[in-house]
Structure formats: C-alpha cells, structure tokens
C-alpha cells in the first residue's frame, strides 16, 4: 500500500509541473494570437487612440514576461485575477459554470459507463453475432454525427415531433434535482451517444484480446459457461485498458462539451472559455484551461491507481 | 393498416417461425427483433414507417449480396495468403472493403465522375432533386451529388493524411520511447501528458487562430493534437514488449534501435493501434466538422463532408433530409473501416472460434 | 420598403379610403394604441376622414379595440449575439445582446420611433441656436433612476462625457468629436457646445453607447450597479447567459405592458428557432435565412422582415491603380447582379443597394435611378478606361457577414460575362478589422444602421475622415456635406443631400450591393404597432416597452 502512496504522490507533483507547463503555453498561445483584447473589445470602432488608452488602462502595454509573473505571483497566493473584459473576479465568473459542466458530465457518465461496458460484455460475449453487429453499427453510426448534429436530431424528436423534453437547458441555480435532470436529459444523451461507443468498443476488444489466452481456453475446457469465463475470467485482466478508455471519456464529457452547451443553451464553462479566446480574456482563459488540465490530470491519476488495484502483479511490479 | 404492411409483417412471420421450427437460432432471434420492431413502427405511423423498414431491410440483404460477390470476385482475383485470409473473411469485412474501394475511386476520379464542378452554381438554392441533380441542389443552387463525390476526395483525402502522420509521429516517438526508457522516455513522456491535458478541441482553436486555415495548418495543428494520443497508446502496448525475452536476444545480438522498432516491436504491437486507427480515422472529420461549428474548418468553396452537414444542419428541425446526406457518407465510411478494422483484430488476436 | 409588416397592415377597406386618408388612419390608429386618443376622438378624426358612423365604430372594435395594448405577462426574448465576456460598461456595447439589454434597463435623450422619425426620451425637447452649433435639450422632469433618484442635468453631463476626453475608451468617442462642452444649466437644461455645426445632434444622442447612467460623485458614471432610467430594472444579469427585468414603475414614459422581460442568449440558430416553436421564448433577435421559409408556416409564429439602414459595402481604393479610374469603378459597379445576391445569400431578406451609403427609411433618401447588373454597360466602361480585361483581388471573411464569402463568389461568377477576372480572397476572421479594412484596397465591410445621412456619410465617406474606407475625395462631394450639415432649412438640406447622393453613385468609390434586413420571428400572440422602427432587431431594440401580449 505505501508502494501505492508513494506512486499517487509523485504523480501529483509531476501534475504540479505539468500544469505550470500547460499556463505557459497557453500564455504564449494567446500572446500569438492576432490582436489583443482592447482591439477585440472596441472591434469596428477601434481607433488608434482609444486602443492605445486601453492598453495603457488594463496594462497590456507591459511586456509579456512581465504580465506572466504577476499573473503568476497572483496564483501562487490562490488569486486567479479579474477578467479583463467584464472586470469580473475569475473565481467567482467560473465557479457556477464549472459546477454545471461537472453536473452534466457526471449525469452523462452515469448512463454512458455502464450502459458502454454492458454492450462492450455484451458485444464481446456473442462475438460476430447479429446482436454484435447491430451494436457495432448503432454506436458507429452515432459517433459518424458531428455531436451538434445529434444535438439536432434528438431535439426534433424528443421536443418538437414528440414534446416530451425541454429543448434549452438554461438551468438555473436554485433549481430542484428532478427539474434539473430533465432539463439536462437531452444534452446528456447526446454526450451518450458521443461516448457510447468508443467505451463500448474498447471494452469488446480488450475482452476479445484476452480470449485466445491459454487460461481462458482452459477454463472454457473445463466446462465453464461462456458468460461466467467472460465475466469471472476475461474482465478482471481486461480491467485497466477499460478504465484508461473510461477515464479518457470522462475527462473528454468534461472539456469537450462546448458544441452541447451551445446547441442546449447550457451556461458551462466551455462556452464561457470559446468567448474569452476570442476576446483574448487572458485571465479566464487560462483559469479554465488550468481547470481542465487538472481535470484530466486527476482522471488519469485515478485510472492509474484503479488499475493497480484491479491487478495485483502491477501492485507488486516493482 | 394497409396491405402492404400486412404483408411484410406475415413475411417476417412465416420466417421467424420457420427459423424456430428448424432451429436456427441465427436467423430467429434477427427476424424476431425486426418483426418487433416492424410492428411498433407501423403501429406508431402506419404505412410509411412500413415502407420505410421495408426499405432498410431491402438495403441491408442488397448490401450482403453485394459484398457476397465482391468477395467471391477478390478470392478468384487475389492468390497466396490474400486468398486464404478473404475465404474466411465475415461478409462484413467484405462489405466494409467493398465501401472504401467505391469511396477511393470516387477520391481519385472526381473530376470524372461529378457530372458538375465543385462550386459550379447549377440551379436555385435548394432545388428539389431531378434529372438534372440527382440529390438536388444546396443553399446556393450547387450540386449535391458533385460536392459529395468531391468531398469523398477533400474529407477523406484530409484525415487519411491527418491520420497518418499522427501514426508515424505517435508510434515511433512511443516506440523510441519504450526501447530507450530512462530519461527520454521521462521527458516524452511528460511533454505528452501536457499537451493532453489541453482539451483538443479548445488547442486547435488557439492554433489554427494562431497560424490560418489554410488546409496544410489544417493537417498538421489536427496530427500535433493526436499524435500524443498515439503516443501513449504505443508506449503502453510496447512496455509490456521490450521486457520479453526475444527483444533481449535481438539486443544482444546488436541490433539498432531502428531495426527493434520496426521489425520486432511493432509488428506484435500492431492489433490495439490499428482499432485505434479506425477510430480516429473517424474522429478527425468530426473535428473537422466541431471546428467549422466555430467557423474555422477548411475553406469554403472547397467541400467536405463535415462542413455540409454545418452549413445545412438548421434544416433537420423542419424533418428535411439534405443534412443527412453528408451525414450518412460519413456514417457509412466509419462504420465500413471499422467492419474491416474487426476483421484484423479478430485474426490478430488468434481466436479460431 | 413594399413588402415590409404585411401582417401589421391595416385592413380597413380599400375602396372607402385613398393613400392619404389611410395614412391619417395609420396615424390615428397608432395613435389610439398609445392611449393618446379615446373612443371618442377617434369617431371624430374617422368622420372628418370621409368615414361613415358605422364604418368608423366598427373600424374601432375591430381594429384598434383588438390591437390596444394590454398590460402584463413576462416577454422571453432569445438573443442572437450574446457573449459571456459582455460587460454592462456602455463604452464596450458591440453585440447585439448588449445593445438590447441597454434600450430595455437603461435609456437614451432621444429615440428612434417605430416610425423612424426622432422622438424624445430622457429629454423632452430640444433646439438649436442658428448655426446649429449650440444645442439646449430639457430633460423630462418625471425621469427617475430605478434606485428612485431624479435623472438630473448632473447625470446627462457625466454620461454623455464618459465616452469623451483624453481617457475616454469608448467606441463612441468618434462620434462626439466635435463637442467642445458639454455643461448642465441648472437640474433640468443641458447645453452641448459644438466645434462646427450639426444640425443631426440630437439623432446622434440616438446611438446605442450614449446611455444616460448615474453620475459618480468622484466624475464618472456608475455602470457597474446595473441602475439606469429604463423601463425595466435589472434583477439578475449573468453575461452571456440570461437577464431577467422587472418594470420600473416610475418609468418616465408610456408602454412597458409587460410585467417582466427576461433575455436567454442563445447563439444557436437551431437552438433559437427551436426555443420559439416550443413556447420557450417569445421572440427571437434574429432567424437563420435558409430555414426562414420553413419557419414561416409554422401557424403560431410571425416574422418581422424589416428593411434596414444596415449596409454591406464593398470599398474600393480610389487613389490606386486600377481603382483610381472611374470607369473602371463604374465597370465593377455595373457587374454585380445584386438581385441574385440577395435571392441566393439573403433567401430575399435584403434590399438591392445602389452604391449610396443611404438606405429608403433614412431621411433625406433620394430616389436615384436603379443601377441594373449590365455587362454590355460594364464591358463600354471598361473599354473607356483602356482596359479588355481586369483581374482584382476581393478581401473577405465570413465573421463580418455569414455568407460573405459566398456573396464575394457570386459577384466573381457575375463579372465573367463583362471580362472581369475577380479573386476572392478568404482573409482570418480574427484580426479582420486592424489587418484588412482599410488596408486592403477592395474588400468585404459591413456597417450598423446609423439615423442619418450626415451621420453616415461623414463617418466613411468624408474626405478626411479616419474611415474613409474608399479613399474616396471628391471636393464637391465634401463641400455638399459640411454645408448640409450645419444647414437647418430642411428644403435647402434635402436638395444639398440628393445631389451628394448621385455622387457617390456615380463617382464614389464604394459597391454597395444590398441592405441588410433585420429578420425576428415572434409568437403570434405577441403583438406591436403598424410599424417597427428599423434601426435595430426587435423595433430598435426597444420592443420591451413597445409590444404586448394579445
């Protein structure tokens, strides 16, 4: 177990520099981008003078290393500054939003995991049937869509042919669970049938790649039933490929959503960082890049330790 | 309920019963479903939805027929060990060949089989399909037939490069990685997961923003974004092959690093990269697609499959068909490679039952 | 202009009533709408127009009864252009979002009416010293902030110098660079010195920056409470996402039937018209054109199809070569088919431009002889100026305009026929305005709606102005509009303007293919007056305070 404590530690701390690394290229990114926030800001209006006098006003004009360090100097003591544009606290502007994304993810993962590794067993279980087939298609067929697109084709379906669910999503804060839950039913299934397959038909080969090993075929000479060699057998050691596939997922419901929340209206954090790009909000930008790869850092962090408690040898690999 | 729902669902009926009587339990269980299914749907709108099975289930029987032939005719074509493997290759490896077969000669000869140019202003917008058009027109009067045909050669041309330079980049960076170990391996490693840990969709936008649209930023921004991917796909399938004994001989044996990349490493690593391979084949054009959601995909006039459904996608609300055409070419080439890519697995993985 | 509001049209019998008497009915009727005329009233200015008892009392019942606003309800309007990066600061206001909210919580001296004519808002009235170079505008005394304190002289002073001086960051600064001084004359009077005269002024105090906003009492305007002296006070406002506003009692003015207002942004197109057919909002700023017919026969919604003064332009350099030659700009004007841009680009929402930068709902708008698309006529121009053949490049991008490009490509396939080889150019959308407009010597604008000629012209098309986007300096030209400008004789004035008009078509540097049309759809149990004013989506913006439900 200490082996374990040892690995989780020294993961975080390269998460640490990781994340220090992503602020930097990031920064630099946004630096590269073609014009700056006082010219987005004033757009068609912008003269050369009131440019410049923004500039000077939100202190743009200050070279770019120096503006990374107070940037810098203001995270290290927990401060994620202002919004440039709507003069905002970053903190405050990304809290509610995040919370919806994280809301709307778990909602999604909680029907896509077990619904994928089902199929997946399913799938793997009667191998290059009609049910195999079929499935394959289906889920192949949902991810062949632009998710905007799925969007599209659940709303006319779902709200305008049948109104049995809301098109838009505009939750608001103090809204019930169960509202909420039908409010998000529809961009939920669309970040199903996004994720759906590639869970579904990892899981199916993970489990297929293991089936021709000699232990499999002994248990099967045995005489055990298929199911119970697919399920007692196969799945243990098919464990981590599948929850490396299922953690990728997840961070993917998280920080890639944007297309969702603007085809349901849905107040996340992915819009609000498409906005700041463009307006070249540095700040908010690089919060919520910071958040997501934190994010997807912890994902894997616990994909990692789940596979090395789901495999005993790896335990004691080294 | 009219007779010719009638009749198709007694047809469906006569062959699941027989199907049961005999015992065959293939045929039954498919049957029985599509009955179901046949029932609920006629129910629900009537003889439409029946024409509209029938149609699905003619489609499905032509398209096995099809691949029945197609690979019959590649057996009598091909000798050696392409003969041996295609005899006993499922219909659907042969039906996804036959696709992507059709899909690269429409590639390779669009010029001569679009009976319009690429941007040639054919007929008012949205024109209804003809003679003249066989899909109808788009929002500009355009043909199409003549965009699909031309998208085929600027969608699939665009992520098969995409595709593959992030596989020559992500595989022999994770195999070098996996032979060297100790500090490169670190080092790659950590540039890796920091370049992950940025959502893809989000550093493209920043990239492309930072350098056009041009088609070749287009390749190159989308094959840096998944080549990490690939990376750790790699270095994880190629960790558990550089401990064997076999690749210690060839070492000993002196071996380069070249030669213990490619001929004893990555032919036995080549089963999970080739899934991953028709995946993201797939999710390229959906990237593709997201970012010109955001008004940065490859430039109009030039069509590609995923900005046809953008441009027209407003349309589905109203129950028009046009998106889907696009739509469908894409589903049917994902589900195509990925019927193939089954096949391979299946052989690889040395599963005789 | 034709086909606008056909729904609204008054449907009173054609053969009682000539073009003159309907329009008195028009304005009588209207008029009734607001409450500024009873029953009575209105029978008197029925007979007067030649109307008979009954004709008149069923016109009442049927017409106005039915269409008299009634209070209440909550208006949910899903916006087309909202960002989460939008700020209340009125110095920022760019997107559509922003400008709407700003017509509904804040307010403006002067208003564009639904008739497109000036009307008062914070000030009740306004006059000029001869020259028009001093202007005294007297402020409603019943105005009030929503924190319940008088709009006072103090706050229109601070408000109107917010977007001026040397710190000033507004997008507005332009626009006021001719006050000199701005200074309150007691609580209810403002005086506004100007360095030359505008007889335009008041319209000017129209733009959508020019809120009126509670003076701080260190200099400045507190924009950041959300306070203004609108119809409607702001009771939660999250950027990007949604407003919700409740009426403010003490509103100066007279409308805002609803009871509440609440804005959803909703970027969508898909998403938006989906929102409008299920119920989920009532209006919308703004419908995708490739579906608008589709939209159309849905029984429940109507669509506001409303000409604008919005214009796309196409500025050509007319100090360089091969722009420098008018024959050779008169060659390119004549080969656009602007009649198939609109069809194919606009679905037909748009109205043909005629290189005049003045569209038919502006005053002083001339009626100048259609440009038609002509190659034989381009082809005899391009022969007087030297040339059999001409190849240009043409700069755009798709941000400005949705279907920029594919209107630049269909200009480049109509010029074939008259030998003109255009290359469309697809520049980044990022950047297009500092690194293309005013850079490139032919390339893809588009521009807001602004009220007046004067306004317009002297922004883009004066000799020295900043964005005179054509390079374009015709010294009669200059002479017409500084004279028109300070010029209050509307007779002499509007003549000044037609001539300057047949300037710029004939000489000017700029195609002006089309005007855009503001396309809204709305439920049809929301209701508004004959006509919708045509300076922003949604009458003006200010369809808060002016529509009510049936």
């Known amino acids: 177990m200490n082996d374990l404590v040892a690995i989780v530690v020294k993961r975080l701390g390269f998460g640490l520099v990781t994340l220090l690394a992503v602020s930097i290229i990031i920064f630099g990114a946004v630096e590269l981008l073609p014009g700056d926030l006082a010219q987005a800001v004033l757009g068609q209006g912008a003269t050369e003078e009131t440019v410049r006098e923004l500039r000077a006003q939100l202190g743009l004009d200050r070279s770019p290393p120096e503006r990374y360090l107070a940037w810098l100097g203001g995270v290290f003591q927990g401060d994620f500054g202002q919004s440039l544009a709507s003069k905002k606290d970053v903190a405050s502007l990304i809290g509610p939003r995040f919370s919806n994304t994280l809301f709307l993810a778990l909602y999604a993962a909680a029907i896509a995991v077990p619904l994928a590794m089902f199929l997946g067993i399913a799938a793997a279980l009667y191998r290059n049937s009609w049910f195999d087939r079929a499935t394959n298609v289906g889920t192949l067929t949902a991810i062949s869509s632009p998710e905007f697109f799925v969007g599209y084709i659940l709303i006319l379906f779902l709200a305008i042919k049948n109104p049995w669910f809301p098109a838009l999503s505009n939750v608001t804060p103090d809204m019930a669970f169960t509202e909420r839950l039908n409010r998000l039913f529809l961009p939920a299934m669309t970040m199903v049938l996004v994720v759906t397959a590639h869970m579904m038909r990892m899981t199916r080969a993970a489990i297929i790649n293991l089936l021709a090993s000699p232990y499999i075929e002994m248990a099967r000479l045995k005489g055990v039933p298929q199911y119970k060699v697919i399920v007692k057998h196969a799945l243990p050691n098919a464990w981590a490929p599948i929850i490396n596939v299922v953690a990728l997922n997840l961070a993917y419901l998280i920080t890639g959503v944007v297309l969702v929340e603007v085809v349901f209206v849905y107040p996340g954090i992915g819009q609000l960082l498409v906005d700041s790009v463009t307006k070249r909000d540095f700040p908010v930008v690089q919060a919520c890049c910071l958040i997501f790869a934190a994010t997807y850092i912890l994902l894997n962090l616990a994909a990692d330790v789940g596979a090395i408690v789901s495999n005993p040898r790896l335990r004691h690999r080294k | 309920m009219t007779t010719f729902s009638l009749s198709l669902l007694a047809a469906l009926l006569v062959i699941s019963v027989l199907a049961y009587l005999y015992r065959r339990n293939s045929m039954f269980v498919p049957s029985a479903v599509i009955l179901a299914i046949t029932a609920i749907v006629t129910l629900y709108s009537g003889e439409s939805g029946a024409i509209v099975v029938a149609r699905l289930i003619g489609i499905v029987i032509g398209s096995s027929v099809a691949a029945y032939f197609f690979r019959a005719l590649l057996i009598v074509l091909l000798r050696g060990e392409a003969k041996k493997a295609l005899q006993t290759a499922p219909l659907t490896a042969a039906f996804g060949m036959l696709v992507i077969l059709l899909y690269s000669i429409a590639a390779l000869f669009a010029p001569q089989i679009a009976p319009y140019g690429e941007s040639e202003i054919v007929g008012s917008s949205y024109a209804l399909a003809d003679d003249k058009m066989i899909l109808g027109g788009d929002q500009l009067g355009r043909d199409m037939f003549s965009r699909l045909i031309y998208g085929a050669r600027n969608t699939v041309g665009l992520s098969i490069a995409t595709t593959c330079l992030a596989f020559l980049m992500g595989t022999s960076l994770g195999l070098f990685a996996a032979i060297r170990g100790g500090w490169v391996d670190q080092l790659l490693g950590r540039m890796v997961d920091t370049v992950m840990a940025i959502p893809s969709l989000i550093f493209a936008l920043l990239l492309l923003s930072i350098f056009g649209t041009s088609t070749l930023s287009l390749i190159l921004v989308i094959a840096f974004i998944y080549t990490p991917l690939i990376f750790r796909l790699t270095r994880s399938v190629a960790g558990n092959i550089v401990v064997m004994d076999y690749i210690e001989a060839a070492r000993l044996r002196g071996e380069s690093t070249w030669y213990l990349m490619r001929k004893e490493i990555l032919p036995n690593a080549l089963a999970p990269l080739i899934a991953e391979f028709g995946l993201r084949f797939c999710f390229v054009f959906l990237l593709v697609a997201g970012l010109s959601f955001l008004g940065l995909g490859i430039q109009p006039p030039t069509a590609d499959w995923g900005s046809m459904v953008r441009e027209n996608a407003t349309l589905i609300s109203y129950g028009e068909y046009i998106p889907l055409i696009p739509a469908a070419a894409i589903a049917l080439l994902t589900v195509s490679v990925n019927f193939v890519v089954d096949w391979m697995l299946y052989r690889s993985s040395g599963l005789k039952v | 202009m034709k086909e606008r509001n056909e729904s609204t049209k008054i449907r009173s019998d054609p053969k009682v ?534």
């Not at chain 3, 407003?243 to 009692?249: C, K, V």
């Not at chain 3, 909703?266 to 409008?276: G, H, K, S």
């Not at chain 3, 299920?278 to 419908?287: A, N, R, W, Y």
């Open chain 3, 17 to 550: 009533m000539n073009n003159k008497e309907k329009q008195i009915f028009e304005e009588i009727v209207r008029d009734s709408q607001k409450h500024k005329v009873t029953r009575r009233e209105f029978m008197q200015f029925s007979m007067a127009a030649g109307l008979t008892m009954a004709a008149g009392a069923s016109l009442w019942t049927n017409e106005v009864a039915a269409s008299t606003p009634k209070r209440g309800g909550t208006f949910r309007i899903g916006l087309h252009d909202g960002n989460t990066t939008d700020s209340l600061d009125p110095a920022t206001y760019q997107s559509v979002g922003q400008i709407q909210i700003a017509h509904t919580y804040s307010a403006y001296l002067t208003e564009i009416t639904a008739n497109n004519k000036l009307g008062p808002d914070v000030a009740d009235s306004w006059e000029a010293n001869p020259t028009a170079t001093q202007w005294i505008f007297k402020l409603n005394p019943n105005a009030t902030f929503h924190n319940g304190n008088k709009v006072t002289a103090k706050d229109v002073v601070a408000s109107l110098n917010y977007h001026r001086g040397e710190e000033a960051t507004s997008a507005a600064k332009a626009l006021l660079s001719t006050v000199t001084e701005i200074r309150a004359d007691g609580d209810g009077t403002v005086v506004v010195d100007l360095s030359s005269g505008v007889a335009d002024f008041p319209w000017l105090m129209t733009d959508y920056h020019l809120t009126i906003l509670p003076a701080k009492d260190g200099g400045g305007v507190d924009w950041e409470s959300g306070i203004g002296c609108g119809p409607y006070k702001i009771v939660n406002h999250e950027a990007g996402v949604s407003t919700e506003l409740t009426r403010h009692d003490g509103w100066h003015r007279e409308g805002a039937y609803f009871d509440e207002v609440r804005f959803t942004v909703i970027n969508d197109p898909n998403a938006r018209q989906t929102a409008l057919m299920t119920g989920d909002v009532d209006s919308i700023t703004s419908t995708d054109l490739k579906t608008l017919a589709l939209l159309q026969r849905n029984p429940d919604i109507a669509i506001d199809n409303t000409p604008s003064g919005s214009a796309i332009t196409l500025p050509m350099f007319c100090d360089q070569a091969p722009f420098d030659n008018v024959d050779v700009r008169l060659a390119l004007k004549y080969s656009i088919n602007r009649q198939e841009i609109i069809d194919k680009i606009m679905f037909g929402t748009g109205t043909v431009g005629n290189d005049v930068h003045v569209s038919p709902n502006m005053p002083y708008y001339a009626e100048l002889e259609q440009r038609p698309y002509d190659p034989d006529q381009a082809k005899f121009h391009l022969k007087k100026a030297g040339m059999d053949k001409l190849s240009v490049n043409l700069s755009a991008t798709d941000s400005v305009y949705p279907g920029a490009v594919d209107m630049c490509v269909l200009f480049s396939e109509s010029a074939k026929a008259s030998g003109i080889d255009i290359n469309v150019v697809r520049e980044p959308s990022d950047g297009y305005w500092s690194n293309v407009w005013l850079q490139k010597p032919f390339c893809f604008v588009k521009w807001g709606a602004r009220p007046t000629p004067d306004n317009m012209l002297s922004l883009a098309y004066a000799a020295d102005a900043a964005w005179n986007e054509s390079h374009w300096k015709n010294p009669r030209f200059n002479e017409l509009l500084v004279a028109a400008r300070a010029e209050l004789d509307e007779a002499k004035r509007s003549e000044m303007y037609h001539e300057a008009q047949m300037l710029c078509k004939d000489d000017g540097g700029t195609i002006i293919p089309a005007f855009v049309n503001f396309v809204c759809a709305r439920r049809k149990n929301v209701m508004h007056g004959p006509s919708v004013a045509s300076s922003w989506e949604n009458d003006g913006a200010r369809a808060a305070h002016r529509w009510w439900f049936a």
